[in-house]
DNA sequence: TATGAATGAGTATTCATTCAT
DNA sequence: CATGAATGAATACTCATTCAT
């Protein structure tokens, strides 16, 4: 619902008919209409952030992690085409959301990819020269980008996952330390 | 303007002010509200295909070309952090044109891009197990994602450049063809 | 009040609180502001036909019944003057409206009228030589004319009474047959 | 142009281009766009007030008189649709103009009428127990009606014209004092 | 006289939010 | 807890008018 429509374009009055509820109804759950996103967006990402800590520090190397992070940002909105929108899309549409777009729940978010990508550094398995950080940003992106155009368009799940798993890859062998002979 | 606001936030009487105009100036040079965004969009974006066009094929390998349309896409905005915002964030707030996401300008970008990829694949350069357009949207994500979290700090223009230069790097690496021994 | 400022000069936000609601609240009576207005139109014509029928039959000739279709359209306006402006002079600034003058209701009163005096011609107590629609026609506007200045003007309500009876009695005389020697 | 507009759908920049001129030359003929309307109104009902004037005196009886007045009314319309439309229709619309409905040129044209019926009284030709003025304004507006049902319908004039001398005729043997045996 | 680019006051309508029930 | 009728602030856009040329 939110999705089709864009957060601007959705009314609150059509969000409590698709729930089933009365206007005034989401009131008792939400501060505004601004917190239904951001709870989307929290209730999300934090999801996705327990599922990446708990899971992460198990693989045995960065490669196994980077294809997992992926797998777990993608796949987590495989089956919610709508949802993927909302996030990808629609949150960027929030103007005090976006200047908390640094926000506990991103920057954890991030946090944990750099986290990654350090530890591959500490390790030897990713090369030195580039920031954590900026992985983290990029790959979010990267994988932001295939979602808005996969949400927006009409292909199958499948064909988003697989561009998924192309990009780790690219990732995964671009982050590589130079075979040094 | 347009962009420490936010497009649905600016309005159009401050959009003029800012312009040094009347509000109903504006409409003689833009249909409406939406089409200004649009206009500054296929403006920004029309500007960066045309400048690759014509420097792409000059340069020797696809490293080069990739480095090349990074340089390009993230200097053509360096020195405009609001229009940065714009671009990145606030074009994703209008519905109609989110339609048009697919639109001649941004879809000739991809092509361009994914051009460069295809070319690479029949010189050898690049490896055969990825999709060109992957490629090319998820290099357009990965720097949308910093650049839109440039936009929004307060980071120098150096430090997106430097960020945006290590992307490349990791696209470069990682798309080159295995090492067959 | 409508009729005070006339249609396009009085603002809705002036009606609403005429109404002694808020401005939002209209539009959860009306579609537009343009709606106020058929509707007055309708309720009022609508009403007067209504009575027409029901009483037209009950008179015994033709006189009697013009008479009373007389007394009828200005003494449902007698005592609204305000009413009587807004449906003689503000329903004739609305373009949509005046599209549909052949309306439904408009011409389910001039039918009825006319039906008036094609049935007088059955009965040999009007003129064959005039078309009935040209009659009702006539005779609306003659009253509608009255009305006009009578709203727009100062005169107590009984003399447009007088005025109305006095055009009544020429309608009248004047459509009956020709005197045959 | 104006007529099938209205007045005020109509915009002074239509209303320039239809006369072949810039919108500001516009403002060099006339004060503002109701001042428009009003000497198109001036123009018309003041050379028909000119024309009556003159031929009125010279026509044997009130029957006659009756007659040529209508046929100056409704036949200075009959070839321009469009005016009488305007002037039929559109003159309603302004509420200044309104304000001035007793204006000396209207009311000039119903003393002309209304003269001739008082005329028609001192020489026996016309009932007495009838007001000149309400007769005049009963007979504008039963023309009225005629032509603003006819310029807004398609109706060639000829139908007009004979609609208005059928109520012309009503008039004349309506207004003839009752035989006294 | 004539132009037409620029103006900016003016307003119908929407829709998030409230609160009496 | 739930409702939904009522609210009223907020804003893109139009178009009559002006005035420098």
Same mark, same amino acid.
């Given at each position: 619902m939110l999705a089709r429509k864009g957060f601007h374009s959705a009314r609150v009055s059509e969000i409590a008919r698709a729930a089933g509820v009365?206007?005034?109804?989401i009131y008792l759950y939400f501060k505004s209409k601004e917190d239904i996103l951001i709870s989307l967006f929290e209730g999300h990402v934090g999801q996705l952030n327990q599922e990446l800590r708990q899971s992460?520090?198990?693989?045995?190397?960065t490669s196994a992690r980077v294809a997992h992070i992926v797998r777990c940002q993608v796949g987590s909105l495989r089956r919610q085409r709508e949802l993927a929108e909302v996030l990808s899309?629609?949150? $960027?549409?929030?103007n005090r959301f976006l200047r908390q777009f640094a926000a506990p729940t991103f920057s954890e978010y991030l946090d944990i990819v750099a986290e990654v990508i350090a530890d591959g550094q500490r390790r030897g398995e990713? $090369?030195?020269?580039?920031?954590p950080l900026v992985v983290a940003r990029a790959l979010f992106g990267a994988l932001d980008g295939l979602i808005l155009t996969w949400a927006l368009g009409r292909s199958p799940a499948g064909r988003l996952e697989r561009a998924a798993l192309q990009v780790a890859e690219v990732f995964i062998q671009g982050l590589r330390p130079p075979a040094t002979s």
């Open positions: 009365a206007d005034g109804t992460v520090a198990a693989l045995p190397d899309v629609t949150l $960027r549409q929030s990713v $090369r030195e020269d580039i920031s």
